[in-house]
């Protein structure tokens, strides 16, 4: 059999520095993530959400005149409608952050 062939995959010195700062990365925009916040809104404003960009909940904030016509089935839905655009949100900021970072991965 020849030589230098059926040897393994080998890493480079500038590959592993290529990773090593790659990791670095990642890490910094991890750290972005969660100081970064979205907010959403429900109800014409009466329910607002806040969410970090690692999806988080931070808070909750329901309007008290909202309180004064709203039935609880309704409060749930506004709720469950301002949590979920808040997590879309967030998640779109991350891909935003995140997104370059995985397409310089060299495999």
């Avoid at 520095?17 to 970064?36: I, S, V, Y």
């Avoid at 988080?56 to 709720?79: G, N, R, T, W």
């Amino acid at each position: 059999m020849a030589k230098g062939f059926n040897k393994g995959p080998q890493m480079g010195g500038g590959m592993m520095q290529q990773l090593q700062r790659l990791q670095k990365q990642m890490e910094e925009a991890q750290a972005k993530l969660a100081e970064e916040t979205v907010t959403a809104t429900a109800g014409g404003g009466a329910i607002k959400v806040v969410m970090t960009g690692d999806q988080v909940c931070k808070s909750v904030e329901i309007s008290p005149d909202f309180m004064k016509d709203a039935d609880a089935e309704m409060l749930q839905d506004m709720v469950l409608s301002a949590v979920n655009m808040a997590l879309d949100q967030s998640r779109e900021l991350q891909q935003k952050l995140m997104g370059p970072l995985a397409g310089g991965l060299p495999f």
